[in-house]
T-cell receptor, first 112, second 117 residues
């Protein structure tokens, strides 16, 4: 079945880079997503990558996809205190309806 | 405009009350979703509407009743809820729900924080 795994917690200092990792099991996934959730808020779509790509960059965000290892990472450059939030990795399968399978979320804590 | 709006922001209700959650999008999306999210957990899919028809019901108890009056609106009617139904209820939308490129990307609303007493 489908499964998405993430480490639960990451702590970094302001100005450092953050790398949040995710592994998934469904090799037929078409799109892989990163969502950010601040306390008490909804999910904000940060970025996504199509499964035939290796990398996608968008300002401070870099997504790397290793399809062979089924490993996805999100790098945030120059991390700011406003980046403190829970980050969810999600995959969209390649069959039937495109429902999302979420990881449990990684809590990123940025200290000054 | 990539905004999904939800009302109310907070809702407190008793177990005998009837209330409704509302969701609206004006992006021309044809798929809309309800999720339930408990604290420190990922969202769990409840319902999916595609072209105003219910496509997926993830075995949700009948005390939750979804409704899609038109392509921009999605309601969730609540009746005889239990305290364990207290959660953040999230609405999302996407251009399509069946696989077909970037159109399946889901955009989420801010959620309704529901407390059942």
């Amino acid at each position: 079945g489908e499964d998405v795994e993430q480490s639960l917690f990451l702590s970094v200092r302001e100005g450092d880079s953050s790398v949040i990792n995710c592994t998934y099991t469904d090799s037929s996934s078409t799109y892989l997503y990163w969502y950010k959730q601040e306390p008490g808020a909804g999910l904000q779509l940060l970025t996504y990558i199509f499964s035939n790509m290796d990398m996608k960059q968008d300002q401070r965000l870099t997504v790397l996809l290793n399809k062979k290892d089924k490993h996805l990472s999100l790098r945030i450059a120059d991390t700011q205190t406003g980046d403190s939030a829970i980050y969810f990795c999600a995959e969209s399968p390649n069959s039937g309806y495109s429902t999302l399978t979420f990881g449990k979320g990684t809590m990123l804590l940025v200290s000054p | 405009d990539t905004e999904v709006t939800q009302t109310p922001k907070h809702l407190v209700m008793g177990m005998t009350n009837k209330k409704s959650l509302k969701c609206e999008q004006h992006m021309g999306h044809r798929a809309m979703y309800w999720y339930k999210q408990k604290a420190k957990k990922p969202p769990e899919l409840m319902f999916v509407y595609s072209y105003e028809k219910l496509s997926i019901n993830e075995s949700v108890p009948s005390r939750f009743s979804p409704e899609c009056p038109n392509s921009s609106l999605l309601n969730l009617h609540l009746h005889a809820l239990q305290p364990e139904d207290s959660a953040l209820y999230l609405c999302a939308s996407s251009q399509e729900v069946v696989l077909g490129g970037e159109g399946v990307t889901q955009f989420f609303g801010p959620g309704t924080r529901l407390t059942v007493l």
